[in-house]
């Protein structure tokens, strides 16, 4: 092992506030006192004897040697108490516990050093009364800390590296995806994952979401002929290109209404803002045949949060554009 990577354990030892035993080099500090270690037991020792097991990251026997080499320094009649026995049994389910259990904490009321603590599987050791291997048993206990820390090291920075990258993805969906109205906010919030670990979604739902545009009456192309329409889409969707968030393309059932051309139902297609769909028209008179029309829409969303110019300014330019295109084409 490193001189850089022993100086960085007994520094990481030193500073273990959340603990009330220390380790002081190769002495522990509990119970306001300084306590000796079994040479074999002191940090320097246990990092020596397990440094190929450690540099292999072979955590397992490294646990183990810690066993091992604390049982040896125990007597006979020591290794048959019921703490020494629970002891040795914690340190052996290491894999089973997060390194914070592996703190000897301090119970300042009743003054008392606790191992394993919240784990429902505790040793309390009196400050007034303390046994001849509380050392020692501390010294093994602090040293599994640090080295739980360092095998699960990797997980905790995939795990930080991932949340990370969902808290971006989470953002750029909610300022550079289809703006979602309160309704599918919720609704599509009921899909999100109970944990971290679940990515988000990529299918985003539309639920009742309101719409507007003109349509385009298509027995009457050529005079561009343009009726402003409001509608809801019952249910669609969209699907997101990226974790970026900023390109989609979707679907939707239309219901639409206008005051010319009655009601009308049918479906539209999405291309990140760009809205084109087609509704089939039933005759408003009697005699009058029933019609299709191409509806342009606009996000109303857009509209009312960040404030696009008049919608009959929007309108107004459709008009020009389709008579354009009309005319060019015929």
Known sequence: MSKILYTILITLLLVGACSAAELQEDRLFACGKTFEISPELQPSALMAATAAEFDAKRFDLVY??????FESTLLTAEKNEPDVSKFIIGITR???????????????????????????????????????????????????????????????????SFVAHQSLAHEALLYSGLPMWPWELWANGKRLGKDDWEPLFKTQLVLMRPTAGVGIDTRNGIAGNLNVSVGIEPLGFVRYQSDKYNAWWGASLLVTSSTSSGTGVGGLLRWNNYVLGMTHHEANLTGEPAGNYVFVGVELYDMFNKKRDDFNEWKQLQQKRVSDLMSQVH
């Open 64 to 69: 183990r040697r810690f066993v091992q080499l």
């Open 94 to 160: 290491t894999k089973d516990l997060e390194a914070k259990y592996y703190n000897v904490s301090h119970n300042p009321i009743r003054k008392e050093e606790v191992f394993f603590s919240a784990t429902g599987n505790e040793i309390l050791v009196k400050c007034d009364s303390i046994p001849s291997h509380f050392a020692d048993m501390a010294a093994v206990s602090l040293m599994t800390r640090w080295v739980r820390g360092q095998e699960i090291l990797p997980e905790l920075k995939q795990r930080s």
